[in-house]
């Protein structure tokens, strides 16, 4: 895939996918723009002290690294597992601009080399599965306490804002269990709805989109 570094409004780098005619992140801030979606309303929704996270769109490994770093903070042991059928080469992820500390810096980089297809830790407290595999015919069969929908926009992958994908993961999803995504449109909350999961809108980060939905079984 064709991709060019670009920065954003709050310094943080996103990559634009050209063949998709997207980028990773919002241009108002990827790095505002993930711990609101993904962290703030998503991740500390959960009071469980063990979470599975379930990552639809592991892109840039930029939610996965504000995941471990705010689960250091807390206490908290998190299971990481993400697909994404498009890995980014080592030039690129390299070139990102992400982890404000050297220690984060490092965090990022394991996360990017850990091997594809197995369980890794990267501390005895955060483990990540990364699988190279197109979600649409990805089989789930283990429990998930929190969906990061981070897939690019209905208008660009349509078929991944399905009624029958977000029903695949309703059914692996605990109960109390919440799904995050950016994107606030009619037809994704009407399809959420379908499904089984309560939804709501909720305010959006500050700059970016006006609203988000955040979904709960």
């Given amino acids: 895939m064709l991709q060019d570094l670009r920065i954003t409004d709050d310094g943080s780098h996103t990559i634009y996918n050209s063949e998709v005619g997207e980028c990773y992140h919002s241009v108002h801030g990827a ?29 840039t490994g930029l939610n996965a690294l504000l995941t471990f770093e705010y689960a250091l903070r807390q206490g908290k042991s998190v299971r990481y597992i993400t697909t994404e059928l498009y890995p980014l080469c080592s030039d690129i992820y390299k070139a990102l601009n992400y982890g404000s500390t050297s220690l984060e810096r490092e965090h990022f980089l394991c996360l990017h080399a850990a091997q594809w297809e197995q369980e890794v830790f990267i501390n005895p407290n955060f483990s990540l599965k990364k699988q190279k595999v197109d979600f649409t015919k990805m089989v789930l069969n283990e429990p998930i306490d929190l969906v990061y929908f981070d897939a690019f926009s209905p208008e660009k992958q349509p078929e991944m804002w399905s009624e029958e994908q977000f029903a695949k993961l309703y059914e692996q999803m605990n109960d109390g269990g919440v799904l995050v995504t950016y994107c606030a449109k009619g037809v994704v909350r009407r399809t959420l709805q379908a499904v089984g999961f309560k939804v709501e809108r909720i305010q959006g980060p500050v700059g970016g989109k006006r609203e988000i939905l955040r979904a709960r079984k």
Avoid at 53 to 59: D, I, K, R, S
Wanted: proline content about 3%.
């Fill in 31 to 59: 790095v505002v723009e993930s711990e609101h979606v993904f962290v703030k309303s998503g991740f500390c929704e959960i009071s469980k002290p063990y979470v599975t996270v379930f990552e639809v769109g592991f892109g």
